[in-house]
């Protein structure tokens, strides 16, 4: 599967991916259709490479610079399996890529939105994974414990 097909999959029901906007070294950048809100979205995929700490403070400065709101979720290893099975942890602490750090593409989606409008996450980096098997808690609580001020890419404050 293509990064845009995984993409398209991680985002459906929520967002439409109506088309490529640009290319460049850090990411691309899709036109989409936010479904919920019936407006369209900017939606930027990092590269791959970008996940070392000297892209991801690239990535932040650039984002920063350009004077913009901004929620950044990273999500741990993405998995095919259905969304809403598991307790959620939001943490802005960076935490290792492993294969015991999973989460749902659906839970993802989900995160994605709920964030849209919630003011804690705005200006925010928070990590997302999946905790124990059980009854997740709301968005609205986890996002609640979002920290106010800025996360840089590796999780300490600035």
Known sequence: MSATDALRTALSG????E???????????????????????????MMRDLVAPSGAERFLHEIRGAG?????????????APAGEHTIVLT??????????????????????????????????????WGDRGRPEPWSQLLDR??????DMRGSKS
């Open 19 to 45: 088309r490529e906007l640009g290319r460049g070294g850090m990411a691309t950048v899709f036109l989409a259709r936010d479904l919920r809100h019936d407006r369209a979205v900017a939606v930027k995929l």
């Open 146 to 151: 979002l920290q106010p001020g800025e996360i």
């Open 92 to 129: 802005q602490k960076r935490l290792a890529l492993s294969i015991r750090h999973r989460i749902a593409r659906g839970d993802v989606a989900e995160a994605f939105v709920a964030a849209l409008d919630h003011p804690r996450a705005s200006r925010t980096t928070f990590d997302i994974v």
């Open 14 to 17: 929520h967002y439409i991916i």
């Open 68 to 80: 913009i709101d901004y929620t950044i979720i990273r999500a741990g290893v993405l998995v095919d």
